[in-house]
Nanobody, 124 residues
Protein backbone atom coordinates (compact mmCIF):
# COMPACT_ATOMS: atom_id res chain seq x y z
CA UNK A 1 0.00 0.00 0.00
CA UNK A 2 1.30 3.43 -0.95
CA UNK A 3 2.00 5.83 1.90
CA UNK A 4 2.81 9.53 1.93
CA UNK A 5 4.97 11.47 4.36
CA UNK A 6 5.60 15.21 4.37
CA UNK A 7 8.74 16.98 5.58
CA UNK A 8 10.23 20.46 5.52
CA UNK A 9 7.75 22.38 7.61
CA UNK A 10 8.85 24.89 10.20
CA UNK A 11 8.76 28.50 11.27
CA UNK A 12 9.80 31.40 9.06
CA UNK A 13 9.42 35.18 9.03
CA UNK A 14 7.18 36.96 6.55
CA UNK A 15 8.87 37.24 3.19
CA UNK A 16 10.87 34.08 3.73
CA UNK A 17 10.81 30.74 1.95
CA UNK A 18 10.30 27.09 2.78
CA UNK A 19 10.42 23.94 0.70
CA UNK A 20 8.10 21.07 1.58
CA UNK A 21 8.69 17.57 0.33
CA UNK A 22 6.34 14.60 0.10
CA UNK A 23 7.86 11.13 -0.08
CA UNK A 24 5.88 8.24 -1.53
CA UNK A 25 6.66 4.73 -0.33
CA UNK A 26 5.21 1.24 -0.36
CA UNK A 27 3.78 -1.01 -3.04
CA UNK A 28 1.26 0.23 -5.55
CA UNK A 29 0.91 2.43 -8.56
CA UNK A 30 3.08 5.52 -8.50
CA UNK A 31 1.60 7.01 -11.67
CA UNK A 32 -0.59 9.30 -9.66
CA UNK A 33 -1.39 12.98 -9.80
CA UNK A 34 -0.29 14.71 -6.61
CA UNK A 35 -1.53 17.68 -4.67
CA UNK A 36 -0.87 19.92 -1.72
CA UNK A 37 -3.61 21.19 0.57
CA UNK A 38 -3.50 23.22 3.77
CA UNK A 39 -5.65 23.77 6.81
CA UNK A 40 -5.37 26.85 8.99
CA UNK A 41 -6.71 26.89 12.56
CA UNK A 42 -10.48 27.17 12.58
CA UNK A 43 -10.73 26.85 8.80
CA UNK A 44 -11.52 24.11 6.35
CA UNK A 45 -8.81 22.37 4.41
CA UNK A 46 -8.14 24.15 1.12
CA UNK A 47 -6.44 23.36 -2.16
CA UNK A 48 -2.96 24.77 -2.73
CA UNK A 49 -1.46 23.10 -5.81
CA UNK A 50 -1.63 19.99 -7.96
CA UNK A 51 0.63 18.31 -10.50
CA UNK A 52 -0.20 15.63 -13.05
CA UNK A 53 1.63 12.40 -13.84
CA UNK A 54 4.35 12.61 -15.09
CA UNK A 55 4.37 16.35 -14.42
CA UNK A 56 3.36 18.20 -17.58
CA UNK A 57 0.42 20.02 -16.00
CA UNK A 58 0.07 22.03 -12.81
CA UNK A 59 -2.71 23.92 -11.08
CA UNK A 60 -2.54 26.50 -8.30
CA UNK A 61 -4.90 28.25 -5.95
CA UNK A 62 -5.21 31.92 -6.76
CA UNK A 63 -3.83 32.86 -3.35
CA UNK A 64 -0.47 31.15 -3.98
CA UNK A 65 -0.02 31.50 -7.74
CA UNK A 66 3.27 33.20 -8.52
CA UNK A 67 4.67 32.47 -5.05
CA UNK A 68 4.46 28.67 -4.78
CA UNK A 69 5.80 26.08 -7.21
CA UNK A 70 4.91 22.38 -7.22
CA UNK A 71 7.28 19.87 -8.78
CA UNK A 72 7.91 16.13 -8.75
CA UNK A 73 10.83 13.75 -9.11
CA UNK A 74 9.54 10.51 -10.60
CA UNK A 75 12.79 8.68 -9.91
CA UNK A 76 12.88 9.55 -6.21
CA UNK A 77 9.06 9.41 -5.85
CA UNK A 78 8.89 12.83 -4.25
CA UNK A 79 6.64 15.84 -4.77
CA UNK A 80 7.90 19.21 -3.57
CA UNK A 81 6.25 22.53 -2.85
CA UNK A 82 8.58 25.53 -3.02
CA UNK A 83 7.01 28.39 -1.09
CA UNK A 84 8.37 31.91 -1.55
CA UNK A 85 7.26 35.31 -0.23
CA UNK A 86 5.47 33.62 2.65
CA UNK A 87 2.92 35.62 4.59
CA UNK A 88 1.29 35.05 7.99
CA UNK A 89 -1.89 33.96 6.22
CA UNK A 90 0.05 31.00 4.79
CA UNK A 91 0.30 29.57 8.31
CA UNK A 92 -1.35 26.15 8.29
CA UNK A 93 -0.81 22.43 8.40
CA UNK A 94 0.18 21.39 4.90
CA UNK A 95 -0.92 18.00 3.55
CA UNK A 96 0.36 16.01 0.62
CA UNK A 97 -2.24 14.00 -1.27
CA UNK A 98 -2.44 11.55 -4.17
CA UNK A 99 -5.31 10.68 -6.47
CA UNK A 100 -6.08 7.61 -8.56
CA UNK A 101 -5.69 9.48 -11.83
CA UNK A 102 -2.94 11.09 -13.87
CA UNK A 103 -4.70 14.43 -14.16
CA UNK A 104 -4.61 17.51 -11.94
CA UNK A 105 -7.53 18.29 -9.66
CA UNK A 106 -8.33 20.91 -7.05
CA UNK A 107 -11.06 19.32 -4.96
CA UNK A 108 -10.32 17.52 -1.72
CA UNK A 109 -12.74 14.74 -2.68
CA UNK A 110 -10.66 13.96 -5.80
CA UNK A 111 -7.74 12.79 -3.65
CA UNK A 112 -7.86 9.44 -1.87
CA UNK A 113 -4.49 9.14 -0.14
CA UNK A 114 -3.19 11.64 2.40
CA UNK A 115 -0.07 12.25 4.43
CA UNK A 116 -0.20 13.18 8.13
CA UNK A 117 0.69 16.83 7.47
CA UNK A 118 3.48 19.22 8.38
CA UNK A 119 3.15 22.54 10.21
CA UNK A 120 4.16 25.79 8.55
CA UNK A 121 4.17 28.92 10.69
CA UNK A 122 4.89 32.36 9.26
CA UNK A 123 5.49 35.18 11.73
CA UNK A 124 5.01 38.85 10.95
Amino acid sequence: QVQLAESGGGMVKAGGSLRLSCAMSGRGSTHLAMGWFRQAPGKEREFVASISWPGQSTSYARSVKGRFTISRDNVKYTTDLQMNSLQPEDTAVYYCAARGSQWVANQEADFTLWGPGTQVTVSS
